[in-house]
């Protein structure tokens, strides 16, 4: 399990690492990764996204990169080495949740809990 | 990006609310994004020009709030924003009296009591936290206007100036509003509890 440097990340925050971790992606695909990842629940705007972006950027999390495009306004970003660490981090993290919620899931099962039921 | 500030040509004055670092580096690409966002037939126009216009004011007070905080050093001087904690910190005395008196009911002793003390805290710090904003505020605007800005323009470029002008604003109305009221000879106890009372003080004006 990766070492954790700090608290958990923001969730604007994770969901921009999460989604650079397919492939490197400029503003609009960004937005539209991290709302297919959450279910449609985050839905960013301009100002949001290249808000988080600037101070993801400033702490060297992710890094702007050469891409070629028909539209040279557009800008890729990808992860970069603490990026990846950082997310991996945060990976090991929710894995351990999801397993120990699957292990409570069973527990609640033994003691009839119908809040597990469904 | 000119042809994108065309087609949005409101949405791009709004963006001059962001520090003019922040523009510089993020404006053509919030142009870009929005003209994908918009362009993608799959969504509605209205919502995203919502979830936009929502979005706009949140995120450049934020930007500014963190510009300010130190974040974007290369916009404002250090010394402009040394001067105006230094002199935020010589106004403490000031608000120190006020509250005291409010909480004491008035009990500081007399001006003449404390005339020396009153003069060098509730005056002098004031007088040289004025002084010492002004000064920022103008070497930053002489700078400038070597680099060919207007004194005008620099005058009026609040997002950068703000803080040494209400600091050095603060300590010319205290320094002017306390020895006022000394001078007027309407007080019988310490001058700085009159701020609570602008009627009475109104009429010691009239009395002269």
């Not at chain 1, 660490?85 to 003691?111: A, P």
């Not at chain 2, 009911?105 to 003449?112: F, K, Q």
């Amino acid at each position: 399990m990766g070492k954790r440097t700090s608290n958990l990340l923001p969730q604007v925050t994770f969901s921009i690492l999460f989604a650079l971790s397919l492939k490197p992606r400029h503003g609009y695909e960004l937005m539209q990764q991290i709302e297919h990842d959450s279910n449609g629940r985050v839905k960013l705007g301009p100002g949001a996204l290249y808000g988080s972006i600037k101070q993801l950027r400033e702490e060297n999390l992710i890094e702007e990169m050469p891409f070629e495009d028909d539209n040279e306004r557009r800008r890729y970003y990808r992860l970069t080495k603490k990026g990846w660490d950082r997310l991996s981090s945060e990976l090991d993290y929710f894995e351990n949740i999801v397993r120990l919620t699957g292990e409570r899931k069973g527990l609640g099962k033994q003691f009839g809990a119908s809040v597990w039921m469904a | 990006m000119d042809g994108l500030k065309h087609r949005f040509p409101r949405y791009s004055r709004l963006l001059w609310l962001y520090p003019a670092g922040y523009r510089m580096q993020y404006e053509e690409q919030m142009l870009q994004t929005l003209a994908d966002m918009l362009d993608d037939p799959g969504r509605s126009k209205a919502s995203i020009w919502a979830r936009t216009v929502l979005d706009l004011p949140v995120s450049a007070i934020y930007q500014q709030l963190s510009y300010e905080g130190g974040i974007m050093k290369n916009e404002t001087p250090s010394y402009m924003k040394r001067s105006a904690l230094l002199g935020s910190i010589m106004l403490l005395p000031f608000w120190a009296v006020v509250i005291i008196n409010s909480l004491n009911n008035h009990s500081i002793p007399s001006s003449h009591d404390w005339e020396l003390t009153y003069k060098l805290l509730l005056v002098g710090l004031p007088v040289i936290a004025f002084l010492l904003n002004i000064a920022a505020f103008w070497r930053w605007v002489a700078t400038r206007h070597k680099l060919g800005t207007s004194y005008l323009k620099s005058l009026f470029d609040f997002r950068h100036n703000w803080t040494v002008l209400v600091v050095a604003g603060l300590g010319l109305l205290i320094a002017l509003f306390v020895p006022f009221h000394d001078s007027v000879h309407c007080l019988t106890g310490n001058p700085v509890r009159e701020l609570h009372n602008p009627h009475q003080t109104l009429q010691c004006i009239l009395r002269g």
